[in-house]
């Protein structure tokens, strides 16, 4: 919601509140190498992903005392880790996908066998969305853990994917640059955006649904108009 900035730096983390300034919590000693950051809805605590000896860390600590607990270790290949809407469950993925208890660091649902470079959640909580390496985007059922669709149209690996707010359209980038727009219920593509010469890092959504904010390796920055497809800045 905005009220936190978590920055870390080195071996360091600190976060501070946005509205007063103030330095909340502020710790050092975390392991080199902090790959992956996600803060709960709740606002209570911050979930770290750092790599040790070649296994997976995930520490979780609270905003409010700065304690630290681990949450699980093990040796498992992954590329980024989310935080349900419901601040119940951490999902990691990468070689597949794992729905994890945020207090007990307990597998409450797996699926193996399957590579997925980038994910986010619906904003209503509902579904995953998933790209992999080999092009396709995977929609999720959370609660049942079923695959309901496959949307097909990049011809690369999915490197960045977003979802509306009001949960109709996916955005999706891939290594090649190319962005396309996609209608949730129906799985087709609405729209393709000629973008950026090199691998998409990020895309965004603005809050009103009209344009749409894309960055890439190429080091370039855009804006877009989601009705026209035209670029604004």
């Known amino acids: 919601d905005g009220r936190y900035l978590v920055a870390v730096r080195k071996q360091t983390i600190s976060i501070l509140d946005l509205d007063s300034g103030r330095l909340l919590q502020k710790y050092k000693g975390m392991p080199e190498g902090i790959d992956y950051i996600s803060v709960s809805p709740d606002n209570e605590f911050v979930i770290f992903g750092s790599w040790d000896r070649q296994e997976l860390s995930v520490q979780v600590m609270e905003i409010s005392t700065g304690k630290f607990s681990l949450l699980f270790k093990g040796i498992i290949h992954t590329t980024g880790m989310l935080v349900t809407p419901d601040g119940e469950h951490l999902i990691t993925y990468g070689d597949g996908i794992y729905l994890r208890n945020l207090r007990t660091g307990k597998i409450v649902r797996e699926i193996n066998d399957f590579q997925v470079n980038v994910a986010t959640i619906t904003p209503d909580g ?40 009001d949960c109709k359209s996916i955005i999706s980038g891939d290594f090649d640059g190319s962005i396309k727009v996609w209608e949730l219920d129906l799985d087709s593509n609405q729209m393709d955006i000629d973008s950026h010469s090199d691998q998409v890092y990020e895309v965004a959504i603005t809050p009103d649904e009209s344009r749409a904010i894309s960055g890439a390796a190429d080091g370039s920055l855009f804006v877009w108009d989601l009705a026209t497809s035209q670029k604004l800045l």
């Open 126 to 165: 509902c579904y995953l969305v998933t790209g992999s390496e080999d092009s396709t985007i995977g929609v999720w059922h959370l609660e049942k853990g079923e695959m309901i669709s496959t949307i097909l149209g990049h011809s690369v690996g999915i490197t960045a994917l977003a979802v509306s707010t």
